[in-house]
């Protein structure tokens, strides 16, 4: 049968529409034939909310696509083309813990840096390695999409520790840098192109080029003031200080201020808790809105509300470039990938975040050689946690767990990284059967 089949693991998510609305606009050059809506019995709700839209979407659009919902990941899974995740293990009440526990202990709480990207590693990656068992089983040539945070650390482990070579990781930050600069300039965002390299949510653009012309001193000249005026829906926009980024000298993404702001990220952090909650609990309220306009038997599009999610455009960036693959374009895309020597400064068999030529066989990593001096060892650091963090995930080894919290530089100390372990493993109990196994 021609046409592709596009598997979605974490299908009942608020992001499916966006996705769905990706693969409508691409139709004559990407033709999904089915799209598989996957989910877990505790999303299963959702899951019918968000495939009753896809079909209406679907109709509307008058393209052929076939929507499937499904309970079981193997059905959905034989003969697939293209298998994305986008899962949260634990729901949102388990981000809610990643982010409250460490402010008891005067640390940032934050979905994918420091303690909770840790502890959402630590959930997520055995999920994903049962996926690419599966996929070697009843899918072996399928790519995997990986969009489930933490990106870096998940796209990590399956390189590590699976068979699976056909595995891209993927994050919508440079896609928001991209249109921030853009924004910034006054330009329209095709003619903006930066050179990225780092790791996923630690990713630098080395260079800024505007119609091919390196614009990266006049773009820092305006970042330095009070908004920057790049930022993300959930990451609070603190701007720069005008020194700093001039002596930088290169364009820092939205999460690096969780590292260079780190005092005044985490005073706002508190007081957020306090006041409206977490961040986790602000994306309930929002998402609680999405599926009661999702539930709407009228609506037939993908509502413009969904842009208040932090994650917004991930779909976007999925679509191009399962269409790129598809379509061997050639294009230039950042995207995580096994490092191939890319990036001097790390290993060669590490996942880094980097621009890539996309084709019919998967990204090409462009080399960028070192990274400059001034913020080599902080990726060199994040790389070290990453790689601690995705062993403790595959092992269940505590002492590996204890090791990665400790590295990671948002945990001040051995000794509160070692409280705040031991009261997440606590929380997160249910969701980590690796580190709790019966005593025979």
Same mark, same amino acid.
């Given at each position: 049968m021609s046409g592709i089949k596009i598997v979605t693991i974490g299908g009942g998510s608020s992001y499916t529409p966006e996705l769905v609305e990706g693969?409508? *606009?691409? &139709?004559?050059? /990407?033709?999904?034939?089915? +799209?598989? /809506?996957?989910?877990?019995?505790?999303?299963?709700?959702? +899951?019918? #909310?968000?495939?009753? /839209?896809?079909?209406?979407?679907?109709?509307?659009? %008058?393209?052929?696509?076939?929507?499937?919902?499904t309970l079981d990941r193997r059905k959905a899974l034989e003969g697939a083309d293209f298998v994305t995740t986008q899962i949260r293990v634990g729901l949102l009440d388990?981000?809610?813990?990643?982010? *409250?526990?460490? /402010? *008891? &202990?005067g640390v940032i709480g934050q979905?994918?840096?420091?303690?909770?990207g840790l502890f959402k590693g630590l959930r997520t990656i055995p999920v994903i390695m049962d996926i690419c068992r599966d996929?070697?089983?009843? @899918?072996?040539?399928?790519? +995997?999409?990986?969009?489930?945070?933490?990106? %870096?650390?998940?796209?990590?482990a399956v390189l590590r520790y699976t068979h699976r070579k056909k595995v891209i990781g993927l994050c919508n930050v440079p896609i928001g840098m991209k249109m921030g600069v853009a924004s910034v300039l006054d330009v329209d965002q095709s003619r903006v192109h930066i050179d990225f390299a780092g790791l996923n949510h630690m990713v630098f653009g080395l260079g800024v080029f505007l119609d091919g012309e390196n614009v990266t001193a006049k773009l820092i000249e305006k970042l330095s003031g009070d908004q920057s005026g790049i930022t993300m829906k959930n990451i609070l926009d603190l701007g720069w200080d005008k020194d700093f980024i001039k002596a930088l000298g290169i364009l820092p993404c939205p999460y690096h201020r969780y590292y260079y702001q780190t005092r005044t990220m985490l005073e706002h952090e508190l007081e957020e808790s306090q006041k409206s909650g977490t961040r986790a609990e602000v994306v309930k309220k929002v998402e609680e809105e999405l599926f009661e306009l999702y539930k709407d038997p009228d609506l037939s599009i993908k509502p413009p509300q969904l842009e208040k999610r932090g994650g917004a455009y991930y779909s976007e960036a999925a @679509?191009?470039? #399962?269409?790129?693959? &598809?379509?061997?374009?050639?294009? #230039?895309?950042?995207?995580?990938?096994?490092?191939? %020597?890319? #990036?001097?400064?790390?290993?060669?068999d590490s996942a880094v975040e980097v621009n890539c030529v996309i084709t019919k066989e998967g990204p090409i990593p462009l080399a960028v050689g070192d990274l400059p001096v001034p913020v080599r060892g902080l990726v060199q650091q994040i790389k070290s946690?990453?790689?601690?963090?995705?062993?403790?995930?595959?092992?269940?080894? &505590?002492?590996?767990?204890l090791l990665a919290m400790t590295i990671n530089p948002l945990v001040p100390s051995d000794a509160i990284a070692k409280q705040i372990l031991d009261e997440m493993l606590e929380a997160h109990k249910d969701y980590l059967p690796q580190f709790f196994k019966p005593v025979s």
């Amino acid at each position: 049968m021609s046409g592709i089949k596009i598997v979605t693991i974490g299908g009942g998510s608020s992001y499916t529409p966006e996705l769905v609305e990706g693969f409508i *606009k691409r &139709y004559e050059e /990407l033709p999904v034939r089915e +799209l598989w /809506l996957v989910d877990v019995p505790a999303g299963e709700k959702k +899951l019918q #909310i968000v495939g009753a /839209l896809a079909k209406r979407m679907v109709e509307k659009a %008058g393209v052929p696509i076939q929507i499937h919902l499904t309970l079981d990941r193997r059905k959905a899974l034989e003969g697939a083309d293209f298998v994305t995740t986008q899962i949260r293990v634990g729901l949102l009440d388990a981000r809610v813990k990643d982010e *409250k526990i460490p /402010l *008891k &202990y005067g640390v940032i709480g934050q979905e994918t840096n420091g303690p909770g990207g840790l502890f959402k590693g630590l959930r997520t990656i055995p999920v994903i390695m049962d996926i690419c068992r599966d996929m070697e089983e009843l @899918c072996p040539d399928a790519w +995997l999409i990986n969009f489930t945070n933490p990106a %870096g650390m998940v796209t990590e482990a399956v390189l590590r520790y699976t068979h699976r070579k056909k595995v891209i990781g993927l994050c919508n930050v440079p896609i928001g840098m991209k249109m921030g600069v853009a924004s910034v300039l006054d330009v329209d965002q095709s003619r903006v192109h930066i050179d990225f390299a780092g790791l996923n949510h630690m990713v630098f653009g080395l260079g800024v080029f505007l119609d091919g012309e390196n614009v990266t001193a006049k773009l820092i000249e305006k970042l330095s003031g009070d908004q920057s005026g790049i930022t993300m829906k959930n990451i609070l926009d603190l701007g720069w200080d005008k020194d700093f980024i001039k002596a930088l000298g290169i364009l820092p993404c939205p999460y690096h201020r969780y590292y260079y702001q780190t005092r005044t990220m985490l005073e706002h952090e508190l007081e957020e808790s306090q006041k409206s909650g977490t961040r986790a609990e602000v994306v309930k309220k929002v998402e609680e809105e999405l599926f009661e306009l999702y539930k709407d038997p009228d609506l037939s599009i993908k509502p413009p509300q969904l842009e208040k999610r932090g994650g917004a455009y991930y779909s976007e960036a999925a @679509c191009n470039l #399962i269409h790129s693959i &598809y379509n061997d374009k050639r294009d #230039i895309q950042p995207v995580n990938v096994r490092n191939n %020597g890319a #990036i001097a400064s790390i290993p060669d068999d590490s996942a880094v975040e980097v621009n890539c030529v996309i084709t019919k066989e998967g990204p090409i990593p462009l080399a960028v050689g070192d990274l400059p001096v001034p913020v080599r060892g902080l990726v060199q650091q994040i790389k070290s946690f990453e790689r601690v963090a995705a062993e403790a995930a595959v092992t269940g080894d &505590y002492h590996q767990a204890l090791l990665a919290m400790t590295i990671n530089p948002l945990v001040p100390s051995d000794a509160i990284a070692k409280q705040i372990l031991d009261e997440m493993l606590e929380a997160h109990k249910d969701y980590l059967p690796q580190f709790f196994k019966p005593v025979s």
